[in-house]
């Protein structure tokens, strides 16, 4: 049975950090896209972070580039790095991987969003405090 368990999500106060994981449990990355969503209550689902497997392309959404960092640590685990974490960085974040073979540039956050067949992790939340 395939599973993506998340973990690392927590409390912090702003400028802090966090870093996440997301084990997968059944297959093992390859040429697969992964990547890493929020969501706040109230508020729409977004991309974060997304990274191809196979060759460690990465992509970011506007709002964490510089202060976020996704990368895949072994065969089975992404994780994301998170600095100076921000109050409005506070959300449910979620793994998500995808495990058809696929080029890079499926892995574009936009890509994944719409075109994506993920498995899904239950989420971990991080909560930032001013």
């Known amino acids: 049975q395939v599973q993506l368990v998340e973990s690392g999500g927590g409390s912090v106060q702003a400028g802090g950090s966090l870093r996440l994981s997301c084990a997968a449990s059944?297959?093992?990355?390859?040429?697969?896209?992964v990547g890493w969503f929020r969501q706040a209550p109230g508020k729409e689902r977004e991309g974060v972070a997304t990274?191809?497997?196979?060759?460690?392309?990465r992509y970011y959404a506007d709002s964490v580039k510089g202060r976020f960092t996704i990368s895949q640590d072994n065969k089975n685990t992404v994780s994301l790095q998170m600095d100076s974490l921000k109050p409005e960085d506070s959300a449910m974040y979620y793994c998500?991987?995808?495990?058809?073979?696929?080029?890079?540039?499926?892995?574009?956050?936009?890509?994944?969003?719409?075109?994506?067949?993920?498995?899904w992790g239950q989420g971990t939340q991080v909560t930032v405090s001013s």
């Open positions: 990274i191809h497997t196979g060759g460690g392309t």
């Open positions: 059944g297959y093992t990355y390859s040429s697969n896209c």
């Open positions: 998500a991987a995808d495990r058809r073979i696929l080029p890079p540039y499926f892995c574009a956050i936009a890509w994944l969003a719409k075109y994506g067949q993920s498995d």
